[in-house]
């Protein structure tokens, strides 16, 4: 049986960020058949800027492309900033949705998204946000289980393990999902 490869995208750039220690537990909680295969630096990525593509994309842009049409599937993993997603995240959205190939590399990919923040909320507004923009360039995003990590100072222990056993059981569950959802995306044989 073969092994979905899920790229994993983190909408922070912070080191010690919870989302990327979601991320990485996501990882850890896979079901069978599944792993995430690598995940972003976003840092590495200039400002989007139309005049660039006079000259080419940049190499980190090409490389983020290429890892994203590899992957099974696409796991976003966002913190929430002022109600939307972070400027680092639509930047990467908005280079990979300018490649044609002959669409855009988004197109039917399978995509599942999880978001932690400090306050209560966990990130409801902007999954939303996430889903809306991708979904314009073709993305396929699981519809449920949600996950939204609210609190996360404490769900996580000083050396980023998910310590919460709730939010081990909901991202487990969501990996579930999404391995079934890339099952269901697959082209026709
Ligand atoms: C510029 C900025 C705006 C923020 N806006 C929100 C917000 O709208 N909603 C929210 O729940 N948290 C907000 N936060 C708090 C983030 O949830 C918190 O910083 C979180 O830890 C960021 O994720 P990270 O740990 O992955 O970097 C904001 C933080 C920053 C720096």
Redesign the pocket.
């Known amino acids: 049986m073969r092994t979905y490869q899920i790229f994993g995208i983190?909408?922070?750039?912070?080191t010690?960020?919870?989302?990327?220690?979601?991320l990485k537990a996501a990882g850890e909680l896979m079901p069978e058949g599944m792993q995430l295969s690598g995940h972003t630096n976003l840092l590495d990525l200039p400002m989007y800027n139309p005049d660039h593509e006079a000259h080419g994309y940049p190499d980190s842009v090409c490389a983020l492309r290429d890892q994203i049409l590899a992957a099974d599937g696409l796991l976003i993993?966002?913190?929430?900033?002022?109600?939307?997603m972070?400027a680092s995240l639509k930047n990467a959205i908005d280079w990979i949705s300018r490649f044609k190939t002959p669409q855009s590399p988004f197109h039917n990919k399978p995509c599942a998204v999880l978001s932690?923040?400090?306050?209560?909320?966990?990130?409801?507004?902007?999954q939303y946000d996430v889903r809306r923009s991708m979904s314009s360039v073709g993305a396929l995003f699981l519809q449920r289980p949600e996950v939204f990590i609210?609190m996360?100072?404490q769900k996580f222990d000083a050396q980023g393990q998910l310590t919460d056993a709730t939010t081990r059981d909901f991202i487990t569950a969501q990996m579930k999902a999404f391995a079934q959802w890339i099952d269901w995306n697959q082209p026709p044989a």
Not at 10 to 14: A, Q, V, Y
Not at 116 to 125: S, V
Request: net charge positive; hydrophobic share 30%.
């Open positions: 983190c909408g922070s750039l912070r010690q960020s919870f989302n990327l220690s979601a993993s966002t913190p929430e900033y002022n109600w939307t972070s932690a923040t400090t306050g209560p909320l966990g990130g409801a507004r902007v609210g996360a100072g």
